[in-house]
Structures are given as structure tokens and as C-alpha cells.
């Protein structure tokens, strides 16, 4: 067989033993903290600069 070959009936009725005791949780350690900053921008500012940023990401 050549590279990348297998055996289809090598891949039929396969059981795999998993243990869920010990498997990986990845929202186990999630943090819902919050997140703060200051800007000497007011608020219309801020949003004609995103609505800038969003049309140069347009233009792409």
C-alpha cells in the first residue's frame, strides 16, 4: 500500500474506551470578569472611528 493507504475494513466497527472522568473541560476555568478603560474620546468619537475601521475592512 502506498502513503496514505488503508484498509477500509481495518476502519469498521471500531470502539474506543473513553473515560469522561478525566477528560479535558474547557470551560472548566471560563471567566466571566469585566473589563473597564478610560478614553479622552466621547462617545461619537469612538464610533465614527469603528465605522471607519469597519469601511477600510470593506474596502479589502
Do not use: P
Amino acid at each position: 500500500m502506498g502513503f496514505g493507504s488503508y484498509d477500509e475494513s481495518e476502519q469498521k466497527d471500531q470502539n474506543v474506551d473513553t473515560d469522561d472522568d478525566e477528560a479535558v473541560n474547557v470551560h472548566e476555568d471560563h471567566d466571566t470578569g469585566e473589563i473597564s478603560f478610560e478614553s479622552d474620546k466621547d462617545t461619537d468619537e469612538l464610533v465614527d472611528q469603528l465605522q471607519h475601521m469597519k469601511d477600510d475592512d470593506d474596502d479589502e
